[in-house]
């Protein structure tokens, strides 16, 4: 079974940063997409970004287009997928999930990922 184990959320300032991370394994294909959506209380699940582990080709939501940095370290069995976000905004409030897929489309678009996704880890950008 794929397991993701998401970590690195916290209390930031409006301007700061911060990195997720999310441990992945138990993959038996190569090729699929893993990356991160977020949920603020109260409304629908928002996709952030993922990378397509087969080419590296990375998705970002336009909100965080420039903010947000994806990157992935390790095989494809098993890896880490990291999320730098800097210039944070109070708008970047949730909870954020890590997510895995066949393929990156519906991650970014916020569906429910057909792989799997991790425990959410709470990000809250205030002053």
């Known amino acids: 079974d794929v397991q993701l184990q998401a970590s690195g959320g916290g209390l930031v300032r409006p301007g700061g940063s911060l990195r997720l991370s999310c441990a992945a394994s138990g993959f038996t294909w190569d090729d699929y997409g893993i990356g991160w959506f977020r949920q603020a209380p109260g409304k629908e699940p928002e996709g952030v970004s993922c990378i397509s582990r087969s080419d590296a080709t990375t998705y970002y939501a336009e909100s965080v287009k420039g903010r947000f940095t994806i990157s992935i370290s390790g095989d494809s069995a098993k890896n880490t997928v990291y999320l730098q976000m800097n210039k944070l905004k109070p708008e970047d409030t949730a909870l954020y999930f890590c997510?895995?897929?066949?393929?990156?489309?519906?991650?970014?678009?916020?569906?429910?990922?057909?792989?799997?996704r991790g425990q959410g880890t709470q990000v809250t950008v205030s002053s």
């Open positions: 997510a895995a897929d066949f393929r990156c489309d519906p991650i970014i678009r916020g569906l429910d990922p057909l792989v799997g």
